[in-house]
């Protein structure tokens, strides 16, 4: 029914029989102020699906204001589907204050989406005991809505939908899961301070939610914590996803008090909490009792973003470890209070850790604290076992860290932890000199596949040689860019060193780099498998490859250096070699491109020869004498490398 002025003259006018087979109904754009009148509810016992859209007139849904009914009748008694949206003027499910003595409404309703409505709340406390089957509540976009369940009645009884698997209330001003109408909670409280739990949780011991499994929570509202501490018995233990967002004056999200009920909690996701000062807060326990061990089984994510107050993810005193053994992925954005990560003995219990991203988190000097890392006793070193991805970001602007510790990177912090099979390593933004050191132990980075580091401005080498020894059995992808202390990629002391896996290799605003390769000897198989490599402002780089490398590089199919000033030659001599005649074989090579490289003579010194039997596109732009030719293949160059498909790869593979 669409566009209606007079809804009840319409459906009065028609025999009630021919409604009563309907099992679908949805009313949109009509003028009406009611959408379903008194009388018509209970010639509707087959709808199961009702959608209600698009009429700014409608001020209720139900009218059951003096319906005569004689004993207990079920009204909607098939609906299963409510949906309403864009009812700005929609005050009340029911008119005005109806106690449905003898009457169900609802019971076997089992979705329920409202958006865009101008209600207040949802339910009154005698529809809500009629909830028995409600599995689903989803409400957005309601800026009136300041509770779900409403005790109009003063009755002060328990509420529980033992069904309810997800709630989902976005961008609403919710206070209260249940409340009390104005000047009906002075009978049950007799204070209002912050420590009225009535007052700053938004969740009450009058509800139990045995079931629910989902909760979001973005909404704005002025609750300060979600649980009571007083809940009923087995309700919200089975709760698995939790994800909360712009609740302004929120604490803390999980108290002494609930942690015990996480036994199923997978999921944690928080956002923009300006308050929020803690994640976990395990309370204090008795300095009599023994250490307790809190276990949450079945955590696997936990996604913190925006959050410029919180001090810790876990608090606890010593007699407290909350521990993760499942948990597989971390992620902590714009944190800017946060000074570490994990404590000491929570550390100890990451075992899947897999996934770890830090981003924008000012003050973070540390991910686990030093004290850790208490003599040789392999039971007090944090085992990241499954670790294969960590992606500490931090704001280079920043000069607050000066020293900066992380745990996987620096000697300064934690070199007993172990990481054996990480394959994925990105690091933005760190102030550290060295990002390994010869105390990590022999089992990790064995597995390291991609590397990339930038904006490390005090870095001054990617790693020294006896750990190249290491990562050139792993490393696929290398990228380093705008780390301006650098000055040479590769370093050999001249020792056999086994075949290297590198594929890619990526370089780009250097401004000291001198060298991509250098050794005291010449290495014997330095990368083999290479087959891209990128060099892009660089400024102070002379040549790109020495003899003894490109004995070894015919293999490299695609080329691309731009914007090298200094750059004279793509291949020639060490001060250490020989500059006999040469011819240097490019085997595989399909592509090269050399882009605004203002000095170069050639690309091979004068007594060597270079051969390119496989070459297929060849780009000189603004390089020095050389002509210029290729500009369409460099501009088509640049424009298909946004949707380059090994790119879109790489880039993916940093991030999954």
């Excluded at 902590?332 to 570490?340: A, D, F, G, Q």
Aim: aromatic residues 8%.
């Amino acid at each position: 029914m669409v566009g209606l002025l007079g809804l009840e003259k319409i459906l009065h006018s028609e025999p009630s029989i021919k409604f009563s087979g309907l099992k679908s109904l949805k009313i949109e754009e009509s003028k009406s102020t009611l959408s379903i009148p008194k009388d018509w509810i209970l010639k509707l016992p087959n709808l199961e699906s009702m959608e209600i859209a698009g009429s700014p007139s409608a001020e209720v849904v139900f009218d059951l204001e003096e319906l005569k009914v004689a004993g207990e009748v079920e009204i909607l008694s098939q609906l299963s589907t409510l949906a309403l949206s864009k009812l700005s003027n929609l005050r009340r499910m029911l008119k005005q204050d109806v106690q449905l003595q003898g009457i169900l409404i609802f019971q076997n309703l089992k979705e329920l989406s409202v958006r865009e409505t101008g209600l207040s709340f949802l339910f009154s406390v005698s529809m809500a005991k009629c909830l028995r089957e409600i599995r689903d509540i989803k409400v957005e976009d309601c800026p009136n809505m300041k509770t779900v369940i409403v005790d109009e009645e003063g009755t002060y009884d328990i509420i529980e939908l033992p069904l309810l698997k997800r709630l989902s209330i976005t961008r609403c001003p919710i206070e209260k899961f249940f409340s009390y109408p104005h000047g009906k909670k002075e009978l049950v409280t007799t204070t209002s301070d912050s420590r009225d739990p009535y007052f700053d949780s938004f969740f009450d011991q009058k509800v139990s939610l045995p079931s629910l499994e989902e909760l979001k929570l973005k909404s704005g509202g002025s609750f300060k914590g979600i649980w009571h501490s007083e809940l009923m018995e087995n309700s919200l233990c089975k709760l698995a996803t939790l994800s909360i967002g712009y609740c302004s004056k929120l604490h803390n999200v999980f108290p002494s008090t609930i942690i015990g009920r996480l036994h199923n909690l997978t999921i944690v996701e928080i956002e923009n909490c300006p308050s929020l000062e803690s994640l976990f807060d395990c309370g204090s326990i008795d300095a009599n009792t023994a250490q307790t061990t809190i276990l949450l089984p079945k955590s696997e994510v936990q996604t913190v973003r925006d959050t410029r107050k919180l001090k810790c993810t876990v608090k606890s005193d010593s007699q407290t470890i909350l521990g993760f053994p499942s948990l597989k992925k971390v992620r902590v954005c714009s944190c800017s209070n946060l000074r570490y990560l994990f404590p000491s003995c929570m550390a100890t219990t990451l075992e899947k850790l897999k996934s770890l991203w830090i981003s924008n988190c000012e003050q973070m000097k540390e991910v686990v604290p030093k004290e850790t890392a208490k003599g040789d006793d392999e039971s007090l070193q944090p085992l990241f076992n499954e670790m294969v991805c960590f992606i500490p970001y931090y704001d280079h602007s920043y000069s607050c860290i000066s020293y900066f510790r992380m745990i996987l990177l620096s000697h300064i912090i934690l070199v007993q932890a172990r990481f054996p099979n990480i394959r994925k390593l990105q690091i933005e933004g760190a102030k550290c000199k060295e990002l390994w050191n010869n105390q990590i132990p022999n089992d990790s980075f064995c597995k390291l596949e991609l590397l990339r580091v930038e904006h490390c401005d005090n870095l001054l080498c990617i790693a020294p040689s006896p750990m190249w020894k290491r990562l050139q059995l792993c490393l696929a992808f290398l990228e380093v860019r705008s780390c301006r202390l650098i000055k040479i990629i590769y370093e050999s002391d001249g020792t056999n060193t086994k075949s290297g896996k590198m594929t890619r290799l990526v370089l780009r605003d250097l401004e000291n780099l001198r060298h991509i390769w250098q050794s005291n000897g010449f290495p014997n198989v330095p990368f083999p498998n290479l087959r891209y490599v990128e060099v892009v402002r660089c400024s102070r780089l002379e040549m790109l490859f020495t003899t003894f490398t490109t004995k070894f590089l015919g293999q490299i199919k695609e080329l691309v250096v731009e914007s090298c000033e200094d750059l004279e030659l793509i291949a020639g001599h060490e001060e250490c070699e020989e500059a006999a005649g040469t011819t240097i074989t490019f085997s595989e090579l399909t592509a090269l491109r050399l882009f605004e490289l203002p000095k170069i003579r050639a690309i091979q010194v004068e007594k060597d020869s270079v051969e390119f039997p496989s070459l297929q596109h060849l780009c000189t732009v603004s390089c020095g004498t050389v002509p210029d030719q290729g500009l369409d293949d460099w501009e088509s160059y640049q424009a298909c490398k946004m949707f380059d498909i090994e790119e879109m790869l790489f880039r993916l593979a940093l991030y999954d």
